[in-house]
C-alpha cells in the first residue's frame, strides 16, 4: 500500500490536471482470500470506487489523497505525514 500512496502522490503531481485518487476496498471474498476471514463482497468494494467517481465533496476530490471504504484519509496519507518538499 505504501508503493501506491506513493504513486498516488507522484500521478497527482506530476499531472496537476486530473484528480488522482488511491482507495482499499478493504478486505473483500474472492477466489484469491478463500479460506481466510475476508467479509466484504465484490460489490461492496466496488462502493469505494464510485463513490470517489461520483463525489462532490470538493475535499474527498482533491488529488493525491487515499481512502478506505468509508471514505476516511488514511493515516499514512495524512498530510501531516507527508515529505516536506
Known sequence: KLCLTTYTRTAALEYPD????GCTPGFIKTGMTEGSSATGT?????EVIAKLVLTDDPAVAASGKFYNAQLE???WDDER?????
Open 42 to 46: 465484490p460489490e461492496e468494494g466496488a
Open 81 to 85: 505525514y507527508a515529505p516536506k518538499t
Open 73 to 75: 484519509q488514511l493515516a
Open 18 to 21: 486530473l484528480v488522482v485518487l
